[in-house]
C-alpha cells in the first residue's frame, strides 16, 4: 500500500479583498511561492493538480481556468477541479498517488465569497425542483439544526457563544485569521439575532482567500519534509440531499464515524464548522472530548472556520492546519475536517500522524 | 514580429470594480413523481409518496434513499401540519417567499413522517414555536410549482386576516374545502421554471483594470511578462506559462494581423450586428496572443488568415473602460502578413 503524507500547506489571510478577482489568480501566486519555498519544490515537480472552487461563487463560466494561469501551465500539466472545497480536490489528489499515478501532487482551493451575495448564491445548492426556488439562505438553515440542537437540549446559545469566543481567542496571533480577540459572553449573547438562533458571532465571516496543500508518497516525502505528516485514514460522507428527510442531529452521530469506528486519539482536531452549533455537533460526532476515543484534543488551535471561512478553501485549510501541527511537532496525531453542502451535508474527515 | 514598445509602467492603479448581474431561467422537466405533486399544488392538494416500508414522505421522493425503489404509491398528506424546528428571519432576502420578517420551518405535513421547508408567516419570532400548527397559504396564481404555496400561516388564524390575529392551539379552523379541481381538464404539469437572479460586485484584475483604462484613452495596453518576454493583451493577470504576474505594462499599435476566423450565419437573441459577418482571433503587432474581435467593412468572404487589419474606434465621446470603445476592426489594405509571422498562433 503506498504510504503518502503531507509536506507543504499555505494559505492566505483571509480577507474581504477589493484587489482580487474572483479568478483566483491573484491569492494562489503568493502561496504557491511559499509553499514551493518551503518545499524545495518547483512547478515541474507536481504531478497532479487539482482544484476546488464555484462557477456560481464566481459568477462566470469555467473561472478555475483561470486559476490555472497562476500555476503556469505550459508545458501541459496534469490538472482536474471539482466543483466543491479544495478538501475534496486533495482526496482526488490522494486518490491519485494511491493509484500510482502521481508521486507528488498539490490541492488548491480559492474562493472570493465577498463579491458574491453568499447567502443567496449557497441556496443553489440545494434541491433545485422543491427548496431553491423559495430562497433559503445558508444561515437560515443552519438555524434549523441550531433550535433543534437547543430544544433536544445538546447545546445552548451560551454554549454556542462560548466556541466564538474560544476560538477568536485561539486565532490571535494566526496571520490568516479574519476576525480575532477577546470578547465577554455576555456582550456576544446582548447582540441581536441574524436568523434566530444565530447571532453574528454563531457564524463564520464572509471573506476571501485560498489554500494550498501538497501531498508525496513514501520516499519523496522523506526527502521534502523532515516530520511528514502521514495520512493514516481519508474518508468522506454525504447525508441525503433532503433537510426534511434527514435527522439534522444525527448528522455524525454514528454516521460520522470513520468506516472503521472512531478515528482513535488525536492531539489537535481542526474542524470546519461555519456554525459555532456545528463545532459542538462535531466534537459529540467524532468523539474528541475527554473520556471519548478520539479525546481529549485541543480544537481549532488555528481559530478554524469561525474565524476565517474563504469559500471553497476553508475545509483544505483545516487540513492545512491539522497537518502543519503534525510537521511542527505540535501533534503526533491530528485531524482535519471539511464540510460541504447545507447543515453540515458532506463531511471529510483527514486523520495524520508523525512517525520515526 | 519584434515587439513594438513605446513605454514601460508598472501597474500601480487600483483595480476597476463594477456591479455585475447574472439572470436566468433554469428550465427543469419533473418527471413522473414531481409532475403528480407540482399538478397536485396547482390544485391546491400536497402528495407524499408512499415508500416499500409504508413510510410517507413530502414532498415526495423519486427514489427511495434507502431501498432506491421507486414509491408504491403517492398519497394525499396535510395540508396542514406541524413545525419541528425554525428560525427566524429579519431582513428578507430577494426572491424568498416574503419580504416582511418571517420563518423558516421544517414542517411535517399530516400523514407524513419526514418534513417540508417552507416559510411561515407569523407576524413575530414571538408567535413562532415548535410543535406548532400551520397550514399553507395558497398563491393566487398557480402553474405547478413550490411557490404555488406562498408559504405557511399558523392554523388559528382565518385565511387572509393580518399577521398580529390572536393564536391559540384550540381555534383551529377547519380544513379548507375541497376546491373543485382547477381545470380538471388541465394537461398535467410537466415543466418548471426557476428564475436565477444574482447580483455581484465584479474585480477586474489589475492588469485587466490597465487595459481597459487605456481603452478609456484610445489605446491598447497590454503586459509584459518579466521572465519570457511574452505579450498579452488583454492582460492575463498571471503569465500562464510561468505563473508569475505579468505586471509590465506595453502599450501597442491598433494594427495587427488575422490569424483564424469564422463567419457567423446564425442569428441568436442578442446579437449586436446582423448575420452574415466574421469574429476573428486579431494579433495585434507585437502581441504574443490574439484576441477576438469583429471584422466588418469588406465581404466576409474576403476575410483570410493574415489578413491586415486596423481597430475602427468609436467617436471620441463614447469611449469608455469598456471593450466596446473598439467598434470593430477593418481591412487596412496593406499586403498579406506572410504566413510564417502567424503559424506559431494558429
Known sequence: ????????????????????????????????????????????????????SSDYLAG???????????????????????????????????VKIMSGEAEIALAYGFGKSSGAELRRVLALQLDPYLVAPLWPDAVSVAALQARLGIEAGLWTEKDMAEVAARCRSAAVGNPAAQVSGEVAIEDLLARPYVADPLRAHDCAPVGDGAAVVILASGARARELCDRPAWITSFWHRIESGSLGARDLLSVGLGRIGSPRGSPGPVDVAELHAPFTHQEILLRRALGLGPGDAGGPAEVCPSGGALCGNPMFAAGLARIGSAARAVMTGRADRALGHATSGPALQQNLVCVMEARR | MNCNTFYNERVTDTPLTAPMEIAFDYTRSLGPVLGQFMTALRERRVLGARSADGTVHSPPFEYDPVTSLPPRELVAVGPAGTVLTWSWLAEPLPGQPLDRPFGWALIRLDGAETAMLHAVDAGSADAMRTGMRVRPRWAAD?????????????????????????????????????????????AP????????????????????????????????????????????????????????????AVELPDTGTVTTFSIVNVAYPGQQVTPPYVAAAVLLDGADIAFQHLILGCEPGEVRIGLRVRAVWRPRDEWDTTASAISHFTPTGEPDAPYETVARFL
Open chain 1, 1 to 52: 500500500m503506498t504510504e503518502v503524507a503531507v509536506v507543504g500547506f499555505a494559505q492566505s489571510p483571509c480577507r474581504v479583498r477589493e484587489d482580487a478577482t474572483t479568478g483566483g489568480v491573484e491569492m494562489l501566486v503568493p502561496i504557491f511561492a511559499e509553499v514551493y519555498a518551503a518545499t524545495g519544490l518547483a512547478k515541474g515537480d507536481i504531478g497532479f493538480w487539482c482544484s476546488g
Open chain 2, 189 to 248: 404539469v410537466t415543466m418548471t421554471v426557476t428564475p436565477v437572479r444574482l447580483r455581484y460586485q465584479h474585480t477586474a484584475s489589475p492588469g485587466e483594470s490597465t487595459y481597459l483604462r487605456g481603452l478609456a484613452d484610445g489605446r491598447l495596453i497590454g503586459q509584459r511578462c518579466p521572465v519570457c518576454g511574452k505579450v498579452y493583451i488583454p492582460s492575463r493577470g498571471t503569465c500562464p506559462v510561468d505563473g508569475v504576474p505579468a505586471d509590465i
Open chain 1, 60 to 94: 462566470r463560466a469555467f473561472s478555475f481556468v483561470q486559476a490555472v494561469d497562476a500555476i503556469g501551465a505550459v508545458p501541459p500539466i496534469m490538472e482536474s477541479h471539482v466543483e466543491m472545497d479544495g478538501a475534496w480536490a486533495l482526496y482526488e489528489a490522494w
Open chain 2, 142 to 186: 398557480r402553474v405547478g410549482s413550490i411557490r404555488d404555496i406562498a408559504c405557511f400561516e399558523p392554523c388559528g388564524k382565518a385565511p387572509g386576516v393580518s399577521e398580529t390575529a390572536e393564536l391559540s392551539e384550540s381555534s383551529e379552523v377547519p380544513e379548507v374545502p375541497e376546491v373543485p379541481l382547477a381545470g380538471a381538464d388541465a
